[in-house]
């Protein structure tokens, strides 16, 4: 079988940062988004490349109004109370400032190209591992996160964990709730999923070189080892770092890292996942749209060598499902 290319965007607006950095701070990144994800559409139709939008669920509301009718009745209670969105946050939302916090309009224009998928990021942007919340807080965020996209018409099949919180506890859950694919972590310690009390300076470091260096290997998957275990674990390759004027002289290096870990998979038959937040190219949108560029053509290159498929995470998830059903056929039994 041929190698596989999946590009998930963790589509947040300033509910992915806003426990980081204040309206002031990184506004202009998130404002870049209303312009970005047009051009990025653009850019894949061009390049007949398919995307996963795991879209936080506050962006469907088209008002601070809308919003808090569309809350579960049960938030998380993470001791850390600036980790959690309703504790003050709803207060700091205007007319001045709703293109920060909700994209309707965006999430519509992603629609009318069903090549692409639109996933959950959650509902609240929720942190799996972080002390406090509980499962039972995290179903009612999921089930707001699938009833909210239903009511643009959109099943929910895919998930990507906030922060890569990835929390093996929780995947009964999205199961019940219909949802077949997550985004795993890269199987390295470097990217095992810790809360943010748990982060260390040392994997920070490591995972800043990896983006340049070859420290954790290339991060692709055998399909075969994908498909035993529902919902199917889809993991991450590598993070599409933003342009750094600071690092600008190692620009090669980065872009060397990502199309050699390509070439892999596509020799392979492997899958690779590539992934980086909308705001990521929110400023600088030229150098980052150019190297992304770059990215693309070699995708045509190995597409054509090669025949690397361009699928969403909900294709994968129908791939995955029937070399899992041609594997039942054959006797094999599944935990």
Known sequence: MAGKLIISLDFELFWGVRDKKSLEEYGINILGVWDVIPTMIKLFERYNVKATFATVGFLFAVSKEDLIKLTPKRYPHYLDSNLSPYNGHFALIS????????????????????????????????????????????????????????????????????????????????????????????????????????????????????????????????????????????????????????????????????????????????????????????????????FLNKILDKYIELNQKYGFESVTMKEMSSILYKMRGNEKLSGVDFD
């Open 95 to 290: 007319e001045f400032n709703s293109k920060l916090h909700f994209a309707p309009e965006l999430i519509a224009l992603i629609k009318k190209y069903p090549t692409h998928e639109i996933a959950t990021h959650t509902f609240s942007h929720y942190y799996c591992l972080e002390p406090g919340q509980n499962k039972e807080e995290f179903e009612q965020d999921i089930m707001a996160a699938v009833e909210t996209a239903k009511r643009d018409n959109i099943d929910i099949k895919s998930l990507v964990f906030p922060r890569n919180q990835f929390n093996d506890e929780y995947l009964e859950v999205i199961k019940s709730l219909g949802i077949t694919s997550f985004r795993g972590n890269e199987r390295s310690w470097i990217y095992e999923a810790v809360n943010g009390g748990d982060e260390k300076l040392l994997r920070r470091a490591l995972r800043l070189l990896d983006a340049y260096f070859n420290i954790s290997g290339h991060n692709c998957y055998a399909l075969g080892d994908l498909y035993r275990k529902e919902p199917f674990d889809i993991p991450s390759s590598r993070f599409l770092r933003p342009y750094s004027s600071r690092l600008r002289f190692l620009e090669r290096l980065r872009l060397r890292r990502i199309l050699n870990s390509m070439t892999h998979a596509a020799k392979e038959g492997k899958l690779f996942h590539l992934w980086w937040h909308p705001h990521n190219f929110g400023i600088n949108q030229n150098q980052n749209f150019r």
